[in-house]
């Protein structure tokens, strides 16, 4: 928007925002705002441009989520705005803004899933009673057979319906992992370039032309980081291209340099042998415990070491925190990280334990049997990888 308010450019990506307004280009701002929101919010957004247009102090706004009038949808958006000079001198207005629609749907379906991880707690526990009804019909052989049978079928039915919420969310993380390495990181990346590539075409112009390239390459770049930490978090793609101990450097590295928790790292070179599902389970195990340690342990330090043993696969994870009641943590239910590491443990044949001592710290301990893991013996003994 030029000094007088009217818009003046619109690129194409924007262009869907305001493809019902006719005139568009050349108009004042504030009619269009007012076509596409609500009196209350085009007042706010118009102040809001107005006040950068005057003072040259920027806004962002984190989320935006309003009822567009022309179409009746909600629509989310993250946006700001910046004044800039033009070559004539005059101030103008410009607005980024980026469409979050999509991506908080993507949200709703995560938190349903966890509303459903719930359910499967709730699920547990009517089995446990089914059980003690089972020991107070000894008495009758038959009702004794149909109890039991029936306890196994819910059994079953909870391991299925567990494995299948593990299972859709180890894929809806991946898929939407792919989704922003190749298709938006990429798109902000060859923005970037070509704003390297205005900012040498424009060397002629004034000084402030430059700096506002600048700042928004800055701006671009820090997008990037975002999307690629929000990747890796969901789903790292180091895990599936290089292996469980270069995931597990990558992730430490970012959560020391996050939480200021100093993490030293252990690990035979025998594990990337290891069964793919199994190197996930102690990824996502891993991960879920350092969450937890950096949420409620006020801890310094965390061991994580993973070794074989004569009878299993041991990976080890202490810190130098708070301890807690570890029987009432579980029983609660209120702690769904330790349950659904418990879960995905078991899911793969595998067991789960907690030890927490006032002034000790708390370890956590996942053993998985020898026979489970498929890891290959070497052809020669490798030290441990640190």
Not at 207 to 220: E, G, M, P, S, Y
Not at 332 to 351: A, I
């Amino acid at each position: 928007m030029d000094a007088q308010f009217r818009l003046q450019q619109v690129n194409v990506r924007a262009l869907a925002v305001f493809k019902d307004i006719e005139p568009l280009i050349d108009r004042d701002f504030s009619e269009i705002t007012r076509l596409l929101w609500s009196k209350s919010v085009s007042d706010r957004i118009i102040q809001k441009f107005r006040h950068t247009l005057k003072t040259g102090e920027s806004y962002q706004a984190p989320e935006f989520n309003e009822k567009r009038r022309d179409i009746g949808d909600m629509q989310i958006y993250e946006w700001q705005i910046q004044r800039v000079t033009l070559p004539s001198g005059e101030h103008a207005v410009v607005a980024f803004f980026n469409d979050i629609t999509e991506r908080k749907k993507a949200e709703i379906v995560r938190r349903r899933l966890e509303v459903l991880t719930a359910s499967n707690q709730k699920l547990e526990l009517e089995i446990v009673h089914r059980k003690a009804v089972e020991a107070a019909l000894r008495q009758s052989e038959q009702q004794q057979g149909e109890l039991l049978a029936q306890s196994r079928a819910m059994q079953e039915q909870l391991r299925q319906l567990s494995r299948q919420v593990l299972e859709a969310q180890e894929n809806e993380r991946k898929r939407i992992s792919l989704e922003l390495h190749d298709v938006i990181a990429q798109t902000l990346t060859g923005i970037n370039i070509r704003l390297g590539t205005l900012k040498q075409a424009a060397g002629l112009n004034t000084k402030d032309f430059a700096r506002n390239i600048a700042r928004t390459q800055r701006l671009v770049e820090k997008s990037v980081h975002i999307v690629h930490r929000f990747a890796r978090e969901l789903r790292p793609a180091v895990l599936d291209d290089l292996g469980l101990i270069p995931a597990l450097h990558a992730y430490l590295k970012s959560f020391m340099a996050d939480t200021g928790i100093r993490v030293s790292l252990q690990v035979f070179a025998g594990i990337e042998r290891a069964d793919a599902a199994l190197r996930t389970v102690l990824y996502r195990v891993a991960q879920e415990a350092l969450t937890n340690v950096s949420r409620h342990a006020h801890a310094s330090h965390v061991t994580v070491s993973i070794e074989q043993r004569p009878q299993d696969l041991c990976m080890k994870i202490t810190d130098d925190g708070q301890a807690f009641d570890v029987e009432h943590a579980l029983q609660s239910g209120k702690r769904l990280g330790l349950l659904g590491m418990r879960e995905r443990l078991e899911m793969v044949g595998g067991s789960f334990s907690i030890t927490s001592v006032t002034g000790q710290g708390t370890t956590i301990e996942a053993r998985l049997p020898l026979h489970k893991t498929r890891v290959r013996p070497p052809k020669r003994p490798v030290k441990p990888r640190t």
